[in-house]
């Protein structure tokens, strides 16, 4: 019995070799070889080029760079040389000012926006970097909707127009009591964190469509609820939140991965599998891309190194805690520690862990490394044709963070001190 154990692993352990091998001769290999256009930044720059942190970016048609330094508050225009245009904002709470920017969305004609929270509206610039004029977020979406961590902005292909990724659950719920503490309305309408929105910023107020409402995980909902009396009590406040952040997703749960492509239609990963979906601008489904890879079975083994892996990062984060903000949440360590070591696990690791478009309409879908976690592997890049390509090898380079004209892509570099660099190169034709 115990040989035809050995026979039955090793014949599994041959196949799957196989057809890891099959799979991996099956992409064509493509080099980082992109000539530089130019790079700012780093320890000796001017002033508008001394970045506090890597942040959001983008062309415009003309290929002029924008760049959102949030701690700076402001951004900073470049032209197709790298030489300064100008600068846009600073702090302070009039119009044009800057008090908690969380993005930047570029359109092809120069003009940009900004979403501020603490103005809760988006910032309209002209092309001239002048402001035009604020669009507000309407009472039905909620005070919070402008906050940073529930945002994920695309812009789509009309100037005024923006795709939006809707917030986490656990958010929509710790706000939802929040709100009407500080004077908000609960916030009925609009799409979670599994669902994309237009948003059209023509108007004084924001008016949102939904476009697509991507596969969710289907899970019985959480039977406790925060309430304003849990918020005044630290212990159950803290057993609270912690439940519902581990109620909210499993280990290797499939994140929607997405963007807006060129002609407004939508490419986005919602499972474990290896499928990126596409929509047209009206939400009607358009095609799927798909490649020999598969999402790898979670083992016992996988548990334990995840769940390891976790604590430990956890506990580096807490090693970097404030002791004062520790002394006002005392049972928070112990609470989080017991939600990573008793939160479920999705049954299989997905393959797809980003997908990006360029601007002429490829895309570029990231897959999964060698370890489940690792979310840095092979980059598939497939034609505006919705052809394959070819693939950089794990390593070779990154998704550009932003696509412009004639082929320029911007890069952040940090150096040995973290000091943060811009670097524009330029693709080739084919990976336009």
Known sequence: MKRHGHLVAAAVGTVLAAVSSQAQAQDRPLTP????????????????????SPGAMGFDGSGNLYILDEAAFQVIVLDTSGELVRTVGRKGEGPGEFQRPGDLVVWRD????VPDAGHNAFQIFGTDGALEHFVR????????????AG??????????????????????????????LLGGEVSTSGVDHRGLERLELGGE????????EAWQLPREKSTGELTLNDLANESRATDAIVGMMTDATMYFE?????????????????????????VAADGSPSGMLRRPHEPEPV??????????????DFEGQLDGTDEEDLARAPNLPDAFREGLESREFFHEVPVVRQVRAGWSGTLWVQRRGDEPWDDDGPI?????????VGTFPAGATEIPPAFGPDGLVAFWELDELDVPSIVVKRLPEALR
């Open 205 to 212: 107020v924001v008016v949102a469509e939904p476009v697509v």
């Open 110 to 113: 120069g003009t940009f926006a």
């Open 33 to 52: 070889d992109f000539p530089e256009v130019y790079r700012v930044g780093g320890l000796a720059a001017e002033d508008w080029a001394q970045f506090t």
């Open 380 to 388: 598939d890049v497939f034609g505006a044709d919705r052809e394959y």
């Open 299 to 312: 083992t016992g083994q996988i548990r334990s190194r995840m769940i390891e892996r976790a604590l430990r």
């Open 137 to 148: 977020m309407s009472a039905e979406q909620s005070p919070f909707a402008m906050d940073p």
């Open 254 to 278: 499939p994140d929607l991965h997405w963007d807006a492509l060129p002609d407004g239609s939508i490419a986005f990963s919602d499972s474990s599998a290896y499928q990126v979906k596409l």
């Open 151 to 180: 945002l994920s902005l695309r812009p789509g292909p009309r100037t005024g127009e923006v795709y939006r990724q809707g917030q986490p659950d656990v958010l929509g719920q710790v706000f939802g009591v929040l709100g009407p």
